[in-house]
Protein backbone atom coordinates (compact mmCIF):
# COMPACT_ATOMS: atom_id res chain seq x y z
CA UNK A 1 0.00 0.00 0.00
CA UNK A 2 1.16 3.62 -0.71
CA UNK A 3 -0.26 6.47 0.57
CA UNK A 4 0.27 10.26 -0.96
CA UNK A 5 0.03 13.33 0.92
CA UNK A 6 0.95 16.62 -1.14
CA UNK A 7 1.91 20.21 0.23
CA UNK A 8 2.78 22.91 -0.81
CA UNK A 9 -0.17 24.66 -2.19
CA UNK A 10 -1.13 28.62 -1.07
CA UNK A 11 -2.12 31.97 -2.91
CA UNK A 12 0.36 33.32 -5.27
CA UNK A 13 -0.28 36.43 -7.54
CA UNK A 14 -0.05 35.95 -11.47
CA UNK A 15 3.28 35.29 -12.66
CA UNK A 16 4.37 34.09 -9.60
CA UNK A 17 6.02 30.44 -8.76
CA UNK A 18 4.98 27.31 -6.11
CA UNK A 19 6.42 24.06 -5.76
CA UNK A 20 4.10 21.12 -4.92
CA UNK A 21 5.79 18.88 -2.95
CA UNK A 22 4.28 14.61 -2.54
CA UNK A 23 5.79 12.53 0.64
CA UNK A 24 4.57 8.94 0.10
CA UNK A 25 5.01 5.91 2.29
CA UNK A 26 5.21 2.77 1.07
CA UNK A 27 8.11 0.59 0.16
CA UNK A 28 6.99 0.20 -3.63
CA UNK A 29 7.10 4.03 -4.18
CA UNK A 30 10.81 3.92 -6.14
CA UNK A 31 9.14 1.41 -8.76
CA UNK A 32 5.84 3.26 -9.38
CA UNK A 33 5.11 5.89 -11.91
CA UNK A 34 4.06 9.66 -10.48
CA UNK A 35 1.81 11.86 -11.40
CA UNK A 36 0.23 15.43 -10.72
CA UNK A 37 -3.07 16.32 -12.06
CA UNK A 38 -5.51 19.05 -11.10
CA UNK A 39 -9.26 20.04 -10.60
CA UNK A 40 -10.54 23.33 -11.37
CA UNK A 41 -13.98 24.37 -9.54
CA UNK A 42 -17.05 22.87 -11.46
CA UNK A 43 -14.54 20.50 -14.18
CA UNK A 44 -13.60 17.29 -13.92
CA UNK A 45 -10.14 16.26 -12.96
CA UNK A 46 -7.22 16.63 -15.86
CA UNK A 47 -3.72 15.68 -16.42
CA UNK A 48 -0.67 18.05 -15.81
CA UNK A 49 2.28 15.98 -15.40
CA UNK A 50 4.00 12.97 -15.22
CA UNK A 51 7.06 11.03 -14.15
CA UNK A 52 7.98 7.28 -14.58
CA UNK A 53 9.82 5.63 -11.56
CA UNK A 54 13.85 6.71 -12.53
CA UNK A 55 12.44 9.86 -13.56
CA UNK A 56 14.27 9.93 -16.87
CA UNK A 57 10.63 9.80 -19.09
CA UNK A 58 8.30 12.77 -18.16
CA UNK A 59 4.96 14.03 -20.10
CA UNK A 60 3.29 17.49 -19.82
CA UNK A 61 0.11 18.67 -20.98
CA UNK A 62 0.28 21.39 -23.43
CA UNK A 63 -0.98 23.81 -21.32
CA UNK A 64 1.92 23.73 -18.64
CA UNK A 65 4.86 22.62 -21.07
CA UNK A 66 7.50 25.17 -20.66
CA UNK A 67 6.08 26.63 -17.37
CA UNK A 68 5.71 23.37 -14.87
CA UNK A 69 8.49 20.85 -13.83
CA UNK A 70 8.26 17.54 -12.76
CA UNK A 71 10.51 15.76 -10.73
CA UNK A 72 11.52 12.91 -8.49
CA UNK A 73 13.73 11.68 -5.38
CA UNK A 74 12.94 8.13 -4.44
CA UNK A 75 15.53 8.45 -1.80
CA UNK A 76 13.20 11.01 0.23
CA UNK A 77 10.03 9.30 -1.43
CA UNK A 78 9.12 12.38 -3.01
CA UNK A 79 7.55 13.92 -5.81
CA UNK A 80 7.87 17.57 -6.74
CA UNK A 81 5.74 20.40 -9.23
CA UNK A 82 7.90 23.05 -9.98
CA UNK A 83 5.37 25.89 -11.21
CA UNK A 84 6.33 28.88 -12.22
CA UNK A 85 4.90 31.92 -14.41
CA UNK A 86 1.52 30.85 -12.97
CA UNK A 87 -1.73 32.25 -14.48
CA UNK A 88 -5.29 32.36 -12.79
CA UNK A 89 -6.59 29.85 -15.31
CA UNK A 90 -4.26 27.49 -13.34
CA UNK A 91 -6.15 27.58 -9.98
CA UNK A 92 -7.36 24.23 -8.86
CA UNK A 93 -6.52 21.82 -6.40
CA UNK A 94 -3.20 19.44 -7.41
CA UNK A 95 -3.50 15.50 -6.82
CA UNK A 96 -0.53 13.71 -6.52
CA UNK A 97 -0.99 10.02 -7.69
CA UNK A 98 1.06 7.18 -8.14
CA UNK A 99 0.78 3.80 -10.09
CA UNK A 100 2.10 0.59 -11.56
CA UNK A 101 1.45 1.16 -15.28
CA UNK A 102 3.75 3.74 -16.49
CA UNK A 103 3.24 7.32 -16.52
CA UNK A 104 0.56 7.39 -18.77
CA UNK A 105 -1.47 4.37 -17.63
CA UNK A 106 -3.96 4.64 -14.64
CA UNK A 107 -2.93 5.55 -11.21
CA UNK A 108 -3.44 2.90 -8.34
CA UNK A 109 -2.85 5.99 -5.51
CA UNK A 110 -3.75 9.32 -5.21
CA UNK A 111 -3.43 12.00 -2.25
CA UNK A 112 -6.37 14.09 -0.79
CA UNK A 113 -4.67 17.08 -2.59
CA UNK A 114 -3.39 21.03 -2.23
CA UNK A 115 -5.19 23.84 -3.32
CA UNK A 116 -3.21 26.53 -5.64
CA UNK A 117 -4.76 29.69 -6.06
CA UNK A 118 -3.65 32.67 -8.52
CA UNK A 119 -4.59 35.43 -8.20
CA UNK A 120 -4.99 38.05 -11.71
Known amino acids: QVQLVESGGGLVQAGGSLRLSCAAS????????TGWFLQAPGKEREFVAA????????HYADSVKGRFTISRDNAKKTVYLQMDSLKPEDTAVYFCAAGRNGPLGDMNYWGKGTLVTVSS
Open 26 to 33: GRTFSLLA
Open 51 to 58: INWSGAIV
